[in-house]
């Protein structure tokens, strides 16, 4: 990395820099600044991306579980069938170059976008292919499963006073969890078959259901000030 801090171009200025210790101040701030991000990084378990399908559902369905507890956003249940469904088992294009495993147009999104034609389909039943669409990207698929949740939580379109998909947020019955997600002013997907798609063909085929009853390892101490759900009407801190 080169870093330049500054220009002198006459002696006068020169002195003056080094009178008053610039290039040590510089130094320490550049070394502060980067030395616990970058010299000592928190480096990530690998996600390992070969997985069969029962390997597939317990990876999403172990992050979802737990943002369910922390946030109470989405229902698991739902975050897997859309994974599934989105990705196609995490072999789609987004899943596997983008580590996309939802997909999520950028629709104001700062970070890294991965460009790619978007299938739609119109009111009217016929399908169109929009061209060159931006799509989020991610460096994990935890990420994508992370924001996928935010992203219901918090979008609002053409300048709405509440989000889009509210309804969703915290709704602990999957068949109105998904209703919701087409049932609003945008629905979510524009297939027509999306809603009953993500009911018979994932949630109720595959028993994901299992997952929306969210319990915490028998080792495991919950975070400071939250609480596991250990049974009904049994909590532990």
């Given amino acids: 990395m080169l870093v330049e801090c500054c220009f002198c171009d006459n002696q006068q200025d020169i002195d ?21 991000p970058v010299v000592l990084p928190v480096v ?6 070969n997985l069969t399908h029962d390997e597939f559902i317990n990876f999403v ?8 507890l922390n946030r109470k956003l989405v229902l698991p249940s739902r975050v897997i069938a859309q994974a599934i469904k989105e990705s196609a088992w995490g072999r789609s ?10 997909g ?19 009111a009217d039943g016929s399908y169109r292919t929009d061209k060159n669409v931006s799509w989020r990207a991610y460096d994990r698929w935890e990420q994508s499963i992370m924001d996928h949740n935010t992203y219901l939580s918090e979008r609002r379109i053409v300048s709405r006073a509440e989000p889009n998909w509210k309804d969703v947020i ?24 999306y809603e009953e798609s993500l009911i018979n063909d994932y949630i109720e085929k595959y028993d994901l259901t299992q997952f929306d009853i969210a319990t915490s390892q028998p080792d ?16 532990r801190s």
């Avoid at 369905?61 to 369910?68: C, G, L, T, Y």
């Avoid at 999520?104 to 739609?120: L, P, Q, V």
């Fill in 16 to 36: 003056t820099y080094r009178v008053a210790g610039g290039a040590e101040a510089m130094a320490k701030a550049i070394y502060k600044a980067i030395y616990d």
């Fill in 44 to 49: 990530p378990e690998i996600e390992n991306h």
């Fill in 61 to 68: 369905a172990k992050i979802a579980q737990k943002d369910w």
């Fill in 93 to 102: 294009e987004l899943a596997v170059n983008a580590n996309a495993i939802f």
């Fill in 104 to 122: 999520i147009k950028a629709n104001g999104w700062t970070g890294r976008t991965y460009i790619k034609d978007a299938t739609e389909q119109n």
């Fill in 170 to 193: 915290g709704c602990e019955n999957y068949i109105l969890a998904v209703q919701y997600l087409q049932g609003a002013q945008f629905p979510y997907a524009t297939s027509k078959t």
């Fill in 220 to 235: 495991e101490i919950a975070s400071d000030g939250q609480l596991w759900i250990i049974q009904a009407g049994a909590y």
